[in-house]
């Protein structure tokens, strides 16, 4: 089982990037995906959740109205599009994927992760 995620990169502030996260080895349609971050020198933290009907998506403060997190079941990918990006935004960002629903992964109860891919927001 893997979560390959892709699509990090250096952006100027006010920019956007959208990342996407491919899933194999198993089919993630019935379970929540989501998406963590890890800014240097900090802990790991809650980014952005969705279930598997993509109905009401959680969202950390710091995101919220700026990224919007979306799926595609018969792709097994999950996106993150990130607009009006901001130097704070810089981070490794990390896919995730909890059988026990989006309220349950929003709290870091993860079954799977993917490898991190980086943002870097600066001008």
């Known amino acids: 089982v893997q979560l390959q995620a892709y699509g990090g990169g250096l952006v100027q502030p006010g920019g956007s990037l959208r990342l996407t996260c491919a899933a194999s080895?198993?089919?993630?349609?019935?379970?929540?995906m989501g998406w963590f971050r890890q800014a240097p020198g900090k802990e790991r933290e809650f980014a952005a959740a969705m279930s598997w009907s993509g109905s009401n998506p959680y969202y950390a403060n710091s995101v919220k109205g700026r990224f919007t997190i979306s799926r595609d079941n018969a792709k097994n990918t999950v996106y993150l599009q990130m607009n009006s990006l901001k130097p704070e935004d810089t981070a490794v960002y990390y896919c995730?994927?909890?059988?026990?629903?989006?309220?349950?992964?929003?709290?870091?109860?993860?079954?799977?992760w993917g490898q991190g891919t980086l943002v870097t927001v600066s001008s």
């Open positions: 080895g198993r089919t993630f349609s019935s379970d929540a």
């Open positions: 995730a994927a909890s059988v026990k629903g989006p309220a349950f992964l929003r709290l870091g109860v993860v079954d799977y």
